[in-house]
C-alpha cells in the first residue's frame, strides 16, 4: 500500500514539474533599458554609470540621440530615488573643471513626485552653441534619496555620471562624461 501511494505522488511531482516546465522562459536583460515612448528609434545611444557619494553605483544614465533631438534618460536602481525637480543637466564645447551649482545648469527636471527614472528631450537645434562639431561634455546631476519607514524620505545626496572629479573648493564632487552624437543621416 506504501508502495502504491508512493508511486502516484512520485508521478503526480513528476507531472506538475513538467507542466510548469512546458512554457518558453522570459529572458531579461538587465544591461538593456526599455527606450521611452518618445524615443522611439534613436541612431545612436550610450549608458554611464551614475554614482552617488562618489563611489556607490546607484544607476545609470543614457545618452541618445536621433536626425532632430538628444534624450538624457536618468534611471536609478532601487532604493533609491530622485528628488522631485531633483535632476539638472549641463553640457558644453569643454570638459567643466568645476562643479557649478547644479540648480543653475541650463536644464533642469519638471517631475512633482520621487522617480526612479526621468528623460530629457531637447531638440538638436537648441544646442548648437554647446557642440564642438558633434561631440560635446556634460554633467548630469541628481539629489538622490531614499524612502524610509512612515514614509519620509532621507536626507538627499548628490549623484554624478561616471568619470569622478574631486573639487579642491570646499571639497565638492562631480563627475562629467562626454559625448559624440551619431550621424543619423536622412530619415
Not at 540621440?65 to 558644453?92: K, Q, V
Not at 548648437?128 to 539629489?143: A, D, E, I, P
Request: glycine share 8%; proline share 4%; with cysteine.
Amino acid at each position: 500500500m506504501f508502495s502504491k501511494k508512493f508511486t502516484v505522488l512520485y508521478l503526480l511531482l513528476i507531472a506538475l514539474i513538467l507542466a510548469g516546465c512546458s512554457e518558453n522562459p522570459s529572458i531579461v536583460n538587465e544591461n538593456e533599458r526599455q527606450i521611452p515612448s518618445s524615443i522611439e528609434s534613436p541612431c545612436g545611444e550610450a549608458y554611464f554609470n551614475l554614482y552617488i557619494e562618489q563611489t556607490t553605483l546607484a544607476g545609470s544614465v543614457r545618452v541618445a540621440n536621433d536626425l532632430d533631438n538628444l534624450y538624457i534618460t536618468y534611471y536609478l536602481d532601487s532604493p533609491y530615488l530622485a528628488e522631485p525637480e531633483g535632476m539638472n543637466f549641463w553640457l558644453g564645447i569643454n570638459a567643466p573643471t568645476k562643479r557649478g551649482t547644479p540648480k543653475q545648469y541650463p536644464f533642469h527636471s519638471d517631475n512633482t513626485g520621487y522617480v526612479d527614472n526621468y528623460s530629457f528631450t531637447i531638440a538638436l537645434s537648441d544646442i548648437q552653441n554647446y557642440l564642438n562639431g558633434k561631440s560635446f561634455y556634460f554633467m548630469t546631476h541628481v539629489s538622490v534619496v531614499v524612502q524610509l519607514d512612515g514614509g519620509k524620505y532621507s536626507k538627499s545626496t548628490d549623484g554624478f555620471s561616471e568619470l569622478i572629479v574631486k573639487s579642491k573648493s570646499k571639497g565638492a564632487w562631480y563627475g562629467y562624461n562626454s559625448f559624440t552624437l551619431y550621424d543619423c543621416g536622412a530619415q
